[in-house]
């Protein structure tokens, strides 16, 4: 920047003290990027971008501009674990789970929902407890019905959610499990948005045998380690969403075939097989912002709103505080990786 020498001593002072510290500041920002990793980056982040929304990247790498709140309580749902400030979304996904929570409570007996993670404000890679949920388009819905109450803010982080297995077993025990946990499932698989649905393999065996209705959406059901205690909705990437990475469609078919059989064998909970050789593996090298597509630079610098209630919630209703930042437990549902020795 060029300061005209015709300006009196105070302003053209004034104006290079300006231009030192806007420098100053750029290469401050640049030398944090390059010293954090990505998910510190994201994870201090406590308000979205200000930015139009678009989810940018694939759902384990990449980042969320414009992201909008769940509100913490609404008619048929209530946000869980405040504190980690996880109830943020692209639009598309946050107006799908108020979808599903009214129409599981009109038409399937589900009296409410319980929510757990969408997204950071910003997305990106988690300081802790998942790999995906980056872009804005997954969310984890407990297994546990809402109470006829409001929950407090203390017993949203304390109460655990339910399993639906027996005892140290991979199949469904009938004492947890009703028909309104099926109807709640395949709702949420009907929607023409929704690209797949994670669910323990017990679960899915549990639909293929006993669900009578409609099965054209029991393909998007997909088994996975963990999520006995919630399900995992992953939604498409919205239209003409640049930037935006799918994944690729589940097979056709209802996916109570060989597929789901696999899971019943000793093949996929078998514990790792340690490496040949005896050389300690190098430690994995974590993701960078650099690593992420080019666009989640923009979202990183961009400006934040003034604080949460300028920030655009997902319904009309009044947003709720946000619970202070803790360091607690995590408890109640979270992905649950292949065994490792």
Known sequence: MIIPRRLPDALRRAALAAVIAATAGAAFASRADAEQTAKQIFGAASLPAALPARPIGFYSKGCLAGGVALPADGPTWQAMRLSRNRRWGHPDMVALVERLSKDAA????????????????????????????????????????????????????????????????????????????????????????????????????????????????????????????????????????????SQTPPPAGDGCDASLAWWFTDEPWAPAKPPKDDKPKPKPREMQLSDLPAACTDVVRAPALASAAQAPFGSAMKPAPVAAAATLPLQGPMPEPRPVR
Request: proline residues 8%; glycine residues 10%; charged residues 25%.
């Open 106 to 245: 009109a038409m399937d007996g589900w009296p409410g929902l319980l929510v757990g993670d969408l997204a950071q404000p910003r997305g990106g890679p988690m300081l802790s407890g998942h790999a995906s949920h980056q872009v804005g388009l997954d969310a984890d819905i407990w297994l546990t019905p809402m109470p006829n109450r409001t929950l407090s803010a203390a017993e949203r982080e304390s109460i655990s959610a339910i399993s639906m297995l027996k005892q140290d077993s991979l199949y469904v025990d009938d004492r947890k499990w009703t028909p309104a946990h099926a109807r709640l499932l395949m709702r949420a698989a009907s929607y023409p948005e929704v690209e797949r649905i994670f669910i323990h393999p017990g679960i899915k065996k549990k639909l293929c045998d006993t669900w009578k209705g409609d099965r054209s959406a029991m393909g998007k059901l997909r088994p996975y380690y963990g999520h006995h205690y919630h399900f995992h909705i992953r939604i498409k990437c919205p239209p003409g969403a640049s930037g935006c990475k």
